[in-house]
């Protein structure tokens, strides 16, 4: 009978009764299920409470929960919009896969001389999209309401010039000149982006003369109208179109600790949530933990967006430090008003929580941390041990090797800073020289400062052979990086390290041990994430590329007839012939081809 963890049971008490979105997590803090909930207290309890009752699917998930996180938000709406980012990032293997967002309708005003404004599931126009919404009537009703105040705005019609505008002008007996047009388009536009200036006022000058004239039906109509426009303006905090990258940065303080938290938009998404645990200084103030924070962040960061939004201001030396750093312009700004300004508080209210309610294990992990860097910094020598980087070699059917680079700072994962290569320069699945080919293009971008800061240590997924052919491309280039091998056992579960050559025993339940699993779990499952990726049509016509006699026909009509590459690796000789343009040598090929690998 499944026991739920004491761990578990802790922090189930400390659940808020608010709406959000909940991540469980297995053993190697893997995110494993994302959902939403209007009340995190009742929902995230609900599945630890008479387990063996659950669905078996249900069951398995909460047998393999070890630990949960969650994000707060303002309303359902926010907490659904959330949910769709995040399953549609991580790929959490207990979801059910959602359609992306445009399965959510957004408002597009186009950019033309006379704009049109309408609902849209698709945003691939040119327009300013707005958005998306979880209410497809409400998006209807702004609509309607639109034709109502402004008849002269098109909602329906493409017009080109002044003499089609006229024409559809006569049409519904209005006439606006070019300036008025975009001017309430303007007013429209200022709506959807917060402001209830210029579309609201209209309205509710229309209510209170009805309201003058005792026309009380049409006023209640009015008021129905305003409604609307409120229940529509549910601002979303977490998805927009602008395909901005924008990180969002908060410092928060408890007795012992500050925490400074990160959400991270890609995209105009927000796909992580960070929190930096610090030990507090009673020497230091916000302002300056916030700009030192800031300084070590980025100081080597593969990657700067170009606004970062902070809960404090900055001085003019953080700023310029920061773009000399990104070599492009980057804006840092502590907002007061606004969209920015209310995820800053959304930030806030989560960071506030987690330094309040989750100090204990704050308190486990800063413990686990410790321990772990110091066998670390034991075992290889070195004074501290922050930046990891792993690597594994993986292909597909012995065909499409890559190489997959994850990295832990602080033992945490940095997924910001994880890369793919593609082989380039070696042919069929050959791991050692794959390895080799990985690392040298690693460490040559690294001399070159074209990627981010140097690991501490190198770990390869593999034993004796990989780490002398690590050991061999680090010394090419001069460095003084230790490298470490994970051997796995019969059953591809991590057993031991080998490192100076020697293999080293794991004990399991062990930090050391988990974490050098969590390490060798994460970079196979970056690989396999990847290799989905290739699997899509497109990408596997660069595998049949190789095939003396296969063109671009012969692959079309190939893949058209086998609908997979695995089962045109295991066709046979007559099968392959069957497939129209193909003949007995092109066959013979791809036959050939594969048997081979």
Known sequence: MFKVSD?????????????????????????IYVGKAKNLKNRVSSYFTAVESHPNKTKSLVVNTVNFDYIITKTEEEALLLEANLIKDKKPKFNVMLKDDKSYPYICITREK?????????????????????????????????????????????????????????????????????RYIDEIASFLKGSDIGLKEKLIEKREEYSKKLAFEKAIEIRDRLLALDELKVYQKVSSLSGDDKDYIFIGTSKDYICASIFIYRDGNMLERENHIMKFSIEQDLPSVLESFILQYYAESTFIPHSIYVSQPVCDEVVNAINSISKKKVTIIHPKRGSNKKILDMLRENTNEYLEKFYDRIEREEKKKEDINVILSSLVMKDTVDRIEAYDISNIFGYLSVGSMVVFENTK????????????????????????????????????????????????????????????????????????????????????????????ALEKGTSIYNFFYQIQEEVHRFAISYHKTLRSNALLHSILDEIDGVGDVRKKALLKHFKSIDTIRTASIEELKKVEKMDAKSAQNVYDYFRKR
Do not use: W
């Not at 800061?453 to 001069?478: C, M, N, Q, Y």
């Open 114 to 182: 006379y704009p049109k404004i309408y609902k849209t599931r698709d945003t691939n126009a040119k327009g300013d999209y707005y958005g998306p919404y979880t209410s497809a009537y409400s998006v209807n009703k702004f609509i309607d309401i639109i034709g109502d105040l402004y008849p002269g705005i098109r909602c329906d019609y493409s017009l080109k010039n002044i003499k089609q505008l006229d024409m559809y002008y006569k049409l519904i007996d209005v006439t606006y000149s070019t300036e008025e047009y975009n």
């Open 413 to 504: 994962k940095k997924p910001t800073d994880y890369r793919m290569f593609k082989i380039k320069h070696v042919k069929g699945p050959d791991d050692y020289s794959s390895m080799r080919e990985v690392l040298t293009r690693r460490l040559k971008r690294l001399q070159e400062k074209r990627f981010g800061k140097a690991p501490d240590i190198i770990i390869l997924d593999g034993g004796k052979g990989h780490v002398t052919i690590g050991l061999e491309v680090v010394r090419e280039f001069s460095l003084d990086i230790p490298v470490l091998g994970l051997v796995k056992d019969d059953k591809h579960r991590t057993k031991s390290v080998f490192f100076n050559g020697k293999e080293i």
């Open 7 to 31: 761990e578990i049971k802790q922090q189930l008490k400390k659940l808020p009764a608010l709406p959000g979105v909940y991540m469980m997590k297995d053993i190697v803090d893997n995110i």
